[in-house]
């Protein structure tokens, strides 16, 4: 018999990993970049996409690299909608992950996560 429940279970568990399980699965990409693909699935395995992203942006329309201006500030929330615009980005603009990954923007707004997750403690 097939467990239907394996889609919520697996919600459950990433609603639950405390900022320790967190921190390694952030860290893990970090040192472990490759493809786009890393940076897409993090979010989803920390449970941690925010498809309302753009209600955490002040630009309209969205400016990426306006919005990033913001990381020094962001809290967590904040950090995860602009990875989440970077990820949605990329959907459009084919690509654009990866030069951002090239000009370290993605790992700024992961070790941002990183340092409020540690801070949490």
Do not use: W
């Amino acid at each position: 018999m097939l467990n239907m429940n394996h889609k919520s279970s697996d919600a459950k568990r990433k609603n639950r990993m405390n900022s320790k399980e967190k921190i390694a699965a952030i860290q893990y990409v970090t040192n472990h970049p490759g493809s786009e693909t890393v940076y897409s699935k993090l979010p989803d395995d920390i449970g941690a996409l925010r498809t309302n992203y753009g209600d955490y942006m002040t630009t309209a329309p969205i400016s990426c690299d306006e919005e990033l201006k913001r990381i020094p500030e962001a809290g967590h929330e904040l950090c995860i909608a602009l990875l989440t615009m970077l990820l949605r980005e990329d959907h459009f603009s084919e690509g654009s992950c990866m030069k951002r990954y090239e000009d370290a923007q993605i790992d700024v707004i992961l070790n941002r996560m990183i340092d409020l997750l540690k801070a949490e403690k």
